[in-house]
């Protein structure tokens, strides 16, 4: 019933920014909370970011004030702002979802960063 689709992905270089996107459609009612996770090459899924329906925000230690979730006002929409991108950031970004209890996730999205 919930879909969520990334967008804002591709190839950056070191240093350069990006801002992904997550777009929550169909059945959207009862979102709790929205956080972005990724996953690079040959390593395990982490967690980076999340925002809950009142805004409140958890973030990953590694963050170190790089990264910075956002949401529009009906949190249908998530957003993950990137700085200062290093090579070790590359990997899939995924977007996830909690509605009344239940993760859902999107499809990924890949993040290159060049040297």
């Known amino acids: 019933q919930l879909r969520l689709v990334e967008s804002g992905g591709g190839l950056v270089q070191g240093g350069g920014s990006l801002r992904l996107s997550c777009a929550a459609s169909g059945d959207i009612f009862g979102i709790i909370a929205m956080s972005w996770h990724r996953q690079a090459p040959g390593k395990e899924r982490e967690a980076i970011a999340a925002i809950t329906s009142g805004g409140s925000t958890n973030y990953a230690d590694f963050v170190k004030g790089r990264f910075t979730i956002s949401r529009d006002s009906a949190i249908n929409t998530s957003y993950l702002q990137i700085h200062s991108l290093k090579p070790e950031d590359t990997g899939v970004y995924y977007c996830?979802?909690?509605?009344?209890?239940?993760?859902?996730w999107g499809q990924g999205i890949l993040v290159t960063v060049s040297s």
């Open positions: 996830s979802a909690n509605q009344l209890g239940y993760d859902y």
